[in-house]
């Protein structure tokens, strides 16, 4: 069964960084493209960034560029975040999904529960 | 960068009833790639539809999805007291990714 659990989320002052944490299990992680995809307080989707299998490439929003990245460490099947700059628009429940298929940093077919991120002093 | 925008925001249907959701996009999707997803309060989204119109893998058959270009459609045929959620469209032809606002279907 395939699960994905966040984790790293929190309370954090505008200007500081987080780093969020994406435990999976259930499939072959090194072979599958990663993202993250955030939603803002009763807000719709928004897309954050993506990363292919073996992490070569990866892909951000112009919202994300400069202030986020994203990495993996396939040998302990996980996928990060690295946030700063942090501002309050950027308070969301962020989360991380599985490429339906390998290649596909752009369509997934499971998410994790989400990790929330709140960003205010 | 492709807007999506989803109608109606909210639609109040009985179970039983159709719904038909509409996704419009600011300039035609590459190859109708197109998806919908499900997702209930406190939940994280649930693939049901890419592609415009395959069904994700374990999703019954009364949801369905159809268009093309610029106009899309989410067809739920007999709602179930499960189906009642906000429904969210992406496209994911071109770079940024983008999601539409969300349609909330709710119990009338």
């Known amino acids: 069964e395939v699960q994905l659990s966040e984790s790293g989320g929190g309370l954090v002052q505008p200007g500081g960084s987080l780093r969020l944490s994406c435990a999976a299990s259930g499939f072959t992680f090194s072979t599958y493209a990663m993202t993250w995809v955030r939603q803002a307080p009763g807000k719709g989707l928004e897309w954050v960034s993506g990363?292919?299998?073996?992490?070569?490439?990866?892909y951000t929003s112009d919202t994300a560029k400069g202030r986020f990245t994203i990495s993996r460490d396939n040998s302990k099947n996980t996928l990060y975040l690295l946030m700063s700059g942090l501002r309050a628009d950027d308070t969301a429940m962020y989360y991380c999904a599985k490429g339906i298929h390998p290649s596909s940093w752009f369509l997934w077919d499971y998410w994790g529960q989400g990790a929330l991120v709140s960003v205010s002093s | 960068e492709i807007v999506l925008t989803q109608s109606p925001g909210t639609l109040s249907l009985s179970p039983g009833e159709r719904a038909t959701l509409s996704c419009r996009a600011s300039?035609?999707?590459?190859?109708?790639?197109l998806a919908w997803y499900q997702q209930k309060p406190g939940q994280a989204p649930r693939l049901l539809i890419y592609g415009a119109s395959s069904r994700a893998t374990g999703i019954p058959d009364r949801f369905s999805g159809s268009g093309s270009g610029t106009d899309f459609t989410l067809t739920i045929s007999r709602l179930e007291p499960e189906d009642f959620a906000v429904y969210h469209c992406?496209?994911?032809?071109?770079?940024?990714?983008?999601f539409g606002g969300g349609t909330k279907v709710e119990i009338k």
């Open positions: 300039q035609s999707v590459t190859s109708s790639f």
């Open positions: 992406q496209q994911y032809g071109s770079s940024p990714l983008t």
């Open positions: 990363i292919t299998g073996g992490g070569g490439a990866s």
